[in-house]
Every structure is written in C-alpha cells, then in structure tokens.
C-alpha cells in the first residue's frame, strides 16, 4: 500500500526557479506521484510514499537533504515481492516485502538524470537553458562532486502519465540525445550521463545540504512523444 503522507519534512532551503509565472498553477498535475523513499546503498525494500502532487514531489526532493554521501534517495513506486522463481531463487528473503528490482518497480511519472562526469560551465549553463526553452517541469540540483568549474548535477523531469518500466527507460534515453543534440549544436561536447539511471528502480540521490537546486517551472513532458 502506497502512504498517502511525503517524507520530505527537512526545512526547506533557498531554492531557485528556472521560468516565470506562478508556481502553484504551472507545476500542479491532476495525480498523486508515486515513489519510493530509501536510505543508504543496500536498501531494497525502501519506504512506499505518494506525493499530493508535481509540486509537492519537487519541492520535496529539494526538502530532503543529508548529511553526507549516500544517504536518502528516491526511486519509482515498488510492489509486493510475489513467490515466484525470480525471487524464489535470488531473492527468497524479500517474498512478500516491498521489493526494490525490476521486476516489482511500477509505472513511474518522472524521469531521472545523473551527471557526475563534469561538464563545464558553458555547457551546464546550455543544458539549463535548454530545459527552460522546452519548458519542462522538474527540478535541476547540483551533487556533492559539483564544483564551479566542473559542474555536476541532477536532474528529475515530470511526465504526463505514468509509464512503465520499459517505457520509462525509452523516454530517458530520449531525453538525454535530446540534451545532448542541443549541446552538440551550441557547440559543445555532449554529456556522459550515467545511464543506470534509466532504469526506475535505479536509486536516485537526493540532495545535501549546501547544494543548489533550482525549479523548472514548465508542464509535464508527452510520454507519447
């Protein structure tokens, strides 16, 4: 069963904005979002959650800041692990607990995104104004490796429905040559991402205290696209 309640309740720090216009009524889907709220490399069976909506889930990524390296993460909703042969023979312990791989991940309504191989300045500014001109929705927030001069972000972009697993990873490597064509044409290198993060069920670090973030105040992305 999915909580209907957010974990995020850190206090809430200076968050930026990528766009104009009013948040309340640019970043508001009609759904709930579904996901998972995990703490540290080895949890598999992380915390169910469900955000009242797309503003509430990115302010809350923004929220829930650590204190260190690999603490709390994010991922897409997970179900319960059925005693089938998958789990019968690799994972026996998690049958009938909340399990995080890919065959118990559910549809997912965001996208994730995690550069950590530096970019350079020029071309963080580019991606930046790339998101802004397609209008997206999201949030933009930089990682503990971030320094001026070799930026390193992450990246969470809303869609317009849910999508399942395979889906969802079809929309995430789109997006990235869609990123990475708009860097090519102004001319600079394209990014290395980590494309784990394709995968809903790949852990996605949320931010520590100290790093930027900033919102994308545009609408969903077409998951028909």
């Known amino acids: 069963t999915v909580a209907t309640r957010s974990p995020f309740v850190s206090p809430s720090p200076t968050v930026g904005r990528i766009s104009s216009g009013a ?16 703490f540290g490399r080895y949890d598999s069976s992380p915390a169910q959650h469900q955000a009242e909506d797309a503003a509430s889930f ?15 993460w994010i991922c ?5 692990a059925p005693a089938d042969l998958l789990h019968t023979e690799r994972f026996p312990k998690a049958i009938g607990s909340i399990h995080r791989c890919g065959s118990c991940v559910l549809p997912c309504q965001w996208l ?21 001109a397609a209008q997206t ?4 927030y930089t990682t503990a490796s971030h320094t001026a001069d070799k930026p390193r972000c992450r990246i969470v972009l809303m869609l317009d429905r849910p999508l399942a697993r395979a889906e969802r990873m079809r929309a995430s ?16 290198d394209p990014i290395t991402w980590d494309e784990s993060c394709d995968r809903p069920e790949q852990p996605l670090y ?5 790093c930027e973030s900033w919102l994308l105040e545009g609408t969903p992305l077409s998951a028909d696209a």
Request: aromatic share 4%; hydrophobic share 40%; glycine share 10%.
């Open 137 to 140: 929705q999201g949030l933009v």
């Open 76 to 80: 897409a909703a997970c179900s319960v």
């Open 206 to 210: 949320l931010p520590l205290h100290g």
């Open 23 to 38: 948040l309340g009524e640019s970043m508001h889907l009609p759904n709930p979002v579904a996901f998972s709220r995990g």
């Open 173 to 188: 490597a789109a997006m990235r040559e869609r990123c990475n064509h708009a860097l090519r044409e102004a001319h600079h």
């Open 112 to 132: 994730a995104f995690d550069i950590d191989e530096g970019m350079t300045p020029q071309a963080f500014e580019k991606l930046c104004d790339f998101l802004r």
């Open 58 to 72: 990115l302010r809350g990524i923004s929220q829930d800041r650590g204190k260190a390296k690999g603490e709390q």
